[in-house]
């Protein structure tokens, strides 16, 4: 399985690393970035070793927290749909709006070397990338290509130790690191050429993650959207009551029936919630307990393939609260 898992690594990267050569080649014109005077490898000095992995660093460190802070939300959007306590479905539609601006910290991360051919790591260590024919200051697309190969950093670090002037992505880009010159003249930042860089870079990793996106559903791989005039109060009351008097030492159990759901207007929705008075989530032989006398109860009111649910399990005490929960669907087992 791993051989046949490396060798499709192998041909779909032998693949991308020969479209993104073409693409230099075809847009070769358009990718260079006009300077009142050329830069040449004979006037610049290669850079050293440890000049260079000390600017990698600094640029991995710099950019995983740029790319962190617009993951912030999408995870506080996840965790936050994950712990809510309600009756309601859990629905991840917003967190999938959160992805999509997640998306840009990565963009950025890959055309972090798009301002003037300097990152905040070379700016720091006084390096810069150049187009490694003309001489000048790499086009912020050759900068973007060049960083595509950080997905595969333990190779970009092997090929930085052997030439600290190119790495991989250097030599798919057509560009070379070289030591920043601050004599030599400096052309303005051209933002409209970074703004396509950074979009570019984006629509490429968004098409990368539409199958991931598309299958983010959270917890359940079924949507369930409930008929709300279908609200069935006297069967929850009833289902409250029954968990009352056969488990009220341990629980309290807090009901929701709506007699049709959308997909499927032969299946009901009930959604449980189960407060506990001990904490028996800690345990896994506690909670297979806990399930085993409640399924049983649950079942003889709403028999097995009759409807969809969730149970959830929440013990809380002072201001910490512990959950499990566990989704109750049958249509995939029928199809």
């Known amino acids: 399985m791993y051989v046949q898992y490396a060798a499709a690594f192998t041909s779909w990267f032998s693949q991308l690393f020969l479209f993104l050569r073409k693409v230099c080649c075809i847009f070769e014109p358009y990718l260079y970035v006009d300077t009142t005077r050329k830069l040449t490898m004979t006037s610049t000095q290669k850079p050293k070793i440890i000049t260079r992995i000390g600017a990698m660093l600094l640029d991995h460190v710099a950019m995983t927290f740029v790319a962190i802070i617009f993951m912030i939300p999408f995870m506080i959007g996840v965790f ?5 306590v309600s009756h309601e479905p859990s629905s991840f539609a917003f967190s999938k709006v959160l992805l999509y601006i997640a998306l840009l910290g990565f963009s950025l991360y890959f055309c972090k070397d798009s301002f003037q051919g300097r990152s905040l790591g070379k700016r720091v260590t006084k390096l810069q990338v150049h187009n490694y024919k003309t001489g000048q200051i790499a086009h912020p697309m050759r900068c973007f290509i060049r960083n595509i190969f950080i997905i595969i950093w333990p190779l970009e670090v092997i090929m930085t130790l052997i030439n600290p002037s190119r790495r991989l992505g250097d ?4 560009t070379c690191v070289v030591t920043y010159d601050a004599a030599t003249d400096q052309p303005k930042t051209n933002y409209a050429q970074v703004g396509m860089a950074i979009v570019i870079s984006y629509v490429i990793l968004l098409l990368i993650s539409l199958p991931y996106i598309g299958s983010f559903n959270g917890p359940t791989s079924n949507s369930v959207h409930y008929v709300e005039s279908s609200l069935n109060t006297p069967a929850a ?3 409250t009551q029954m968990f009352a008097d056969s488990l009220g030492e341990v629980l309290t159990a807090d009901v929701r029936v709506y007699d049709h759901i959308k997909e499927d207007e032969n299946l009901s929705y009930v959604s449980v919630i189960v407060r506990l008075n001990e904490n028996y989530l800690a345990n896994d032989d506690d ?14 009111k709403f028999p097995q393939g009759t409807f969809v649910g969730r149970i ?4 809380q005490q002072g201001g910490t609260i512990k959950m499990r929960s566990m989704t109750l669907d049958w249509r995939d087992e029928e199809k």
Do not use: C, D, H, R
């Open 80 to 84: 936050s749909n994950a712990l809510q």
């Open 312 to 315: 959830k399990y929440v013990y």
């Open 237 to 239: 009351a009833e289902t």
């Open 171 to 174: 030599y798919v880009a057509g």
């Open 287 to 300: 909670y297979e307990s806990l399930k085993s006398a409640i399924l049983p109860l649950l079942y003889s």
